[in-house]
């Protein structure tokens, strides 16, 4: 079984994957680190160099890869990936979706702390961060909104969450 968490950056599907994966004794892969290890680049240098057409090809490539697996796999998706091509259809029929949601407030918090690591706000003022997120969230909610499991991680605990997805997952 494949587990994918979908949502936006910041919605916590790193921090919630790793504690998931060692709950289930699923292995963990995060699809951004895979790609990363695989073109020795990491992400930022990937969009800097070669652009986001195609790191969204490389992306796709490697979701299919991974996919296409028979392991137990917990998959912590970017939170650009189900919205381009046919991927999230792909992630439908091929894993079990989550999609962590948080408020516009949370996600504008938690990643005003990491922009560096992050090509698409790396420079964005912070004073802009939830408007840009809004308009964000509004294009790509039409993509999170078709996984098959929807949970919302605003004033949750990580614990909580992952007891949630285990409990709706029947695992």
Do not use: C
Request: glycine share 4%; hydrophobic share 40%; net charge neutral.
């Amino acid at each position: 079984m494949i587990i994918s968490l979908v949502g936006y950056m910041g919605s916590g599907k790193s921090h919630i994957s790793k504690i998931l994966s060692d709950k289930i004794n699923f292995k963990l892969i995060d699809l951004d680190k895979e790609i990363s290890r695989r073109n020795k680049l990491t992400i930022p240098e990937i969009f800097e160099k070669k652009g986001e057409i195609y790191f969204r090809k490389l992306e796709r490539e490697t979701l299919e890869e991974i996919l296409a697996t028979q392991e137990n796999i917990v998959l912590s998706l970017g939170g650009g990936t189900p919205v381009y091509y046919n991927n999230m259809e792909i992630i439908n029929n091929n894993s079990a979706s989550v999609f962590l949601r948080a408020s516009i407030a949370t996600l504008a918090e938690r990643i005003s702390k990491q922009k560096e690591k992050r090509p698409l706000i790396a420079k964005i003022a912070n004073e802009d961060l939830p408007e840009f997120i809004a308009k964000h969230l509004f294009e790509r909610n039409v993509y999170y909104s078709k996984a098959q499991l929807s949970i919302n991680t605003d004033q949750k605990n990580p614990e909580d969450i992952i007891q949630e997805i285990i409990e709706k997952l029947y695992l």
